[in-house]
């Protein structure tokens, strides 16, 4: 089994993020940089593109890594039934976008997948990644005509596999394929399937961490990349965070989903940046819909005026669960003071404090697996003289149209304006203080978290190192080893060569000494007779 530490530690920070307001595929980008990067494709296509998220992350990532990688997506820009059909501005955009960012080594296809397919040699691509049409009839089509192309060894991407309503059946291929080839799936952001093509030779420990993980590890592998897109959305769309520590006075609009039996948890939340003062159509996007049966919206982070003129819940089928007008919208939590406003108009509010809320049950939430999104449609300022503007008008009218009940309810709102005002003003204090002290325990959050990847990955450098010094010493002791046993073997050798001298030389000896002394024993014998 290959280790954890596997895995790539980089902090991808992607230059285009939720483009066109829509993220279906944001929650996946730092896996998809780190896919990238350790896989280091030398051909990447991508079927489906849109506005662009996914694939510019890939093209981001061949930057980033100095990859020498041709990227080419493919697509018509005219839409199709899930993704919705949209105008020639869409592919405008992203062709000046294709062409100021990365001109010089990505292509945009503009053509149908089946004409484009042609332009591909068998098992040429590196890296696919399969994002069009989602019904099962039209991704399986998608799959069989290109996984020829891809190399083996190669890697598809699959999107929207575990997204499980109306005609959307990636999910079904997708329980195909992972019978057949090793794969790995993850659960968040609509789900990523993830196919190795065998016959080549997996070579980067990141893959055959992947394909190799046992249930533990798996886990753990789609935790990193859960809270990695979690991480990457709050710090990319709240001006809470440090990196938007610039953009920290902008007004945001943040927005709940009831979790079963959790309520509404900060974590889940998703938060969008507001314009004051116009009237703006807000479309935020639940990943997980709201399984609790309720959404929280907080329409502005500070005191502000509000005027709110009709909201939308629609499940991920585009299909209206909750439609709301504005008589229906009347109703706001928190601290805050209702504005006059005339009958069939937006109700107005004033609201002192930081958090408003707007606490709605959506039918049918609980039994939607899909995500949702909520549209609303609303206005906000953050001038008091408007607030004032409005009563002093309401009060300018004629007296025959101004009963004394009314004239009684906005001296009282006129004392409750001056009272909020005040205490505006002492919240407003306390909050920029508090601003001030989060900025420096981010900044400081920061730095110990950069320090604690220096020190992991100087660690980890240190330990490869020793490994190598370690394989280097045991390969010279093996060298040695056998040169002293060759070493044994000569001496052994030499040894029995001087044994055998040594008795031929004594049998040389004696055989000698023997003859010598042959005419003295003559002599010595004839003595011996007389």
Request: glycine share 6%; aromatic share 10%; hydrophobic share 40%.
């Amino acid at each position: 089994m290959t280790s954890f530490f596997a895995l790539p530690v980089r902090r991808f920070s992607p230059k285009r993020y939720r483009p066109g307001n829509l993220g279906t595929w944001s929650g996946h980008l730092p896996f998809a940089s780190d896919l990238v990067c350790t896989v280091k494709p030398s051909l990447l296509v991508e079927l489906g593109t849109h506005y662009g998220e996914s694939y510019f992350g890939f093209c981001q990532a061949v930057r980033e890594c100095g990859l020498d990688c041709r990227c080419f997506a493919v697509d018509t820009w005219r839409g199709d039934a899930h993704a919705g059909f949209y105008g020639e501005d869409v592919y405008r955009e992203v062709d000046g976008y294709n062409q100021q960012e990365y001109a010089g080594f990505s292509t945009l296809v503009r053509d149908t997948f089946n004409q484009a397919n042609a332009l591909f040699a068998p098992e040429s691509i590196d890296l696919l990644h399969i994002d069009g049409l989602h019904t099962y009839a039209a991704v399986k089509h998608d799959f069989d005509s290109w996984f020829p192309k891809v190399k083996p060894g190669g890697v598809v991407l699959l999107h929207d596999v575990n997204v499980r309503h109306a005609d959307f059946e990636v999910w079904r291929l997708w329980e195909e394929l992972a019978r057949e080839y090793p794969s790995f799936s993850f659960h968040h952001w609509w789900g990523l399937g993830v196919l190795w093509k065998p016959g080549g030779e997996a070579t980067s420990p990141f893959l055959k961490l992947l394909f190799e993980a046992d249930a533990e590890t798996a886990d753990r592998i789609r935790e990193k990349y859960y809270d990695a897109a979690d991480l990457l959305n709050f710090r990319e769309r709240s001006p809470k965070t440090a990196q938007a520590a610039a953009d920290a006075d902008r007004p945001y609009l943040q927005v709940f989903p009831a979790g079963a039996g959790t309520g509404f948890v900060e974590k889940d939340s998703v938060v969008a940046n507001i314009e004051g003062g116009m009237w703006q159509n807000y479309v935020v996007e639940l990943p997980h819909g709201a399984p609790g049966g309720a959404i929280r919206i907080d329409p502005v982070n500070r005191p502000a005026w509000i005027e709110l003129s009709a909201l939308t819940v629609r499940d991920g089928n585009g299909s209206a669960l909750l439609q709301m007008d504005t008589q229906q919208l009347s109703a706001l939590d928190g601290q805050h003071q209702l504005l006059p406003f005339a009958s069939g108009e937006a109700p107005r509010f004033f609201s002192w404090g930081n958090d408003p809320q707007i606490v709605i049950h959506v039918p049918g939430a609980k039994e939607a697996r899909a995500p949702l999104t909520v549209e609303i449609t609303m206005r906000i300022g953050f001038s008091l003289e408007e607030v004032r503007d409005a009563l002093l008008a309401q009060r300018a009218a004629p007296a025959t149209q101004v009963s004394e009940e009314q004239l009684e309810a906005l001296r009282s709102e006129k004392a409750a304006l001056e009272a909020a005002s005040a205490q505006l003003q002492a919240e407003l204090s306390e909050w920029r203080a508090h601003a001030t002290g989060l900025r420096a325990s981010v900044t400081r959050e920061e730095n110990i978290r950069t320090r604690l990847e220096w020190d992991l990955t100087f660690s980890r450098t240190q330990l490869s190192d020793r490994r190598q010094t370690i394989k280097v010493l045991r390969t010279e002791l093996e060298q040695l080893q056998q040169r002293v046993a060759l070493k044994d073997a000569a001496l052994l050798n030499l040894q029995h060569l001087a044994a055998a001298q040594q008795a031929r030389a004594e049998g040389l000896t004696e055989s000698l000494s023997w003859r010598i002394t042959a005419p003295l024993r003559s002599i010595a014998g004839s003595f011996l007779r007389e």
